[in-house]
């Protein structure tokens, strides 16, 4: 049975080139087409399916576990990599391992029923060749869900920051308007906007309007303490504003003590106690 594995894993090596060359004549027109739009260059998706192919001959001819495994896991990687590079989507990356498959069996068949090898020897085959391919298609999932993961990490940054409005009104000094609930992470990329904006338009006040903060408990004044005391050691001083009655009576529920911070009720009687007057 070995030298069945064997003999069928030096023709699939032999032959790399012919069934890399079938794989376009078992993918659909339209996948093809797409593949030829997105840039990939010919002779390096060539070179790509045919260094697969030879790995799963390789696999066939006794090939050591870990080194079949890491053969398959790093060519997906790399195809996957080129793959993201001209934008081709995961599912015709995908769709182009099962014409691997489609193609490497019709050669298969053929050499088998040549040879009149017993239907055990195919299963034989099939047990190593495909867990091989299934591997190739898991890796290029990971490798396209990590990039994916990465990009919406950025994009919800930018957003996050977007959320954080420095809003200058006049000379050294500024408003920031919060909308939304607060918590650790978010309270963090606050202090972080205010500290560097406080520092590059050289603010002395900010007034750090909470009105659309739905809820302040514990945790929320404990952060808005935070950031005050951080903006307090930069030499900006804050003025909390926005405080609605029903969450004054949370805070004076949960014996939040505010009397450290300057508050007043709203933007109007800050901006006056900062010397905006009407004329």
Request: aromatic share 6%.
């Amino acid at each position: 049975m070995k030298e069945e594995l064997h003999y069928i894993g030096h023709k699939i090596q032999e032959n790399a080139w012919q069934i890399t060359l079938n794989i376009p004549k078992v993918q659909d027109s339209q996948h093809t087409q797409q593949l030829e739009e997105s840039g990939f260059p010919l002779e390096e998706r060539i070179a790509l399916r045919e260094e697969l192919i030879g790995y799963l001959g390789q696999a066939l001819c006794g090939e050591k576990e870990s080194v079949k495994n890491d053969n398959v896991k790093n060519w997906s990687m790399k195809l996957s990599m080129r793959a993201i590079h001209f934008d081709v989507p995961l599912s015709q990356c995908l769709r182009a391992i099962a014409a691997y498959r489609t193609a490497l069996w019709d050669t298969l068949t053929e050499e088998l029923h040549k040879n009149n090898f017993s239907a055990i020897t195919m299963l034989d085959v099939s047990k190593i060749i495909d867990p091989l391919l299934d591997k190739a298609c898991s890796v290029i999932s990971n490798v396209y869900e990590n990039h994916t993961n990465e990009l919406m990490a950025i994009a919800y940054s930018a957003l996050e920051e977007l959320s954080v409005p420095v809003v200058p009104i006049a000379d050294g000094i500024a408003v920031i308007p919060l909308v939304g609930a607060i918590d650790t992470r978010r309270a963090s990329l606050i202090m972080k906007v205010a500290l560097h904006e406080g520092a590059r338009l050289n603010l002395e006040h900010v007034i750090l309007d909470v009105s659309g903060v739905p809820i302040i408990d514990t945790m929320v004044a404990d952060q808005l303490f935070k950031i005050v005391n951080a903006l307090k050691l930069s030499g900006i001083e804050t003025v909390l504003t926005g405080i609605r009655p029903e969450i004054a009576q949370t805070i004076m529920s949960l014996g939040l003590d505010f009397h450290a911070v300057t508050t007043k009720f709203n933007m109007k009687h800050a901006l006056h106690d900062l010397g905006f007057r009407k004329r």
